[in-house]
């Protein structure tokens, strides 16, 4: 099960985060003449668990989140902002395309960095930050 739209939904659902940037968290990267600040979001990598007998159960899903602003501080906070929020979560995820709900594990962070995006609306700053969401997969599925 993909859980991008699950994380997009689960992101935006702090309203704090919803009042910077409303609706503007994209997968992959952002549209040309985005309004900032806005978010992008993208699966890094997704490691299976497994052992001789099959499947974990478990997902090792490493996802990138990049919060962009006009100025660095601005991206900054929109990056601490989804850092509080997705930082050790678990419980449970449903939403994005399908109706299943996931249970996450644990959703560790990993790393970030700032950045200047020259390409994007001329020139804007981005921190970006690297999260473990790890999560239940499907039975049987490795």
């Given amino acids: 099960m993909m859980i991008d739209g699950a994380l997009r939904d689960f992101v935006l659902g702090d309203a704090s985060i919803a009042a910077l940037v409303a609706t503007r968290m994209y ?58 929020r997705l930082g050790a979560f678990g419980g449970q995820w449903s939403g994005g395309s399908s109706p299943e709900v996931t249970v996450i594990v644990a959703i560790f962070f990993e790393t970030a960095m700032d950045l200047l995006d020259e390409d994007i609306l001329g020139g804007s700053c981005r921190h970006s930050a690297d999260y473990f969401v790890i999560h239940s997969t499907a039975a049987g599925e490795v």
């Fill in 27 to 84: 997968p992959i990267r952002l549209p040309q003449k985005v309004t900032l600040p806005a978010i992008s979001y993208q699966l890094i990598s997704d490691v299976r668990g497994a052992h001789l007998r099959g499947s974990d159960g478990l997902a090792w899903a490493r996802y990138q989140v990049d919060a962009y602003a006009a100025t660095q501080p601005a991206a900054k906070d929109l990056g601490e902002r989804c850092r509080r």
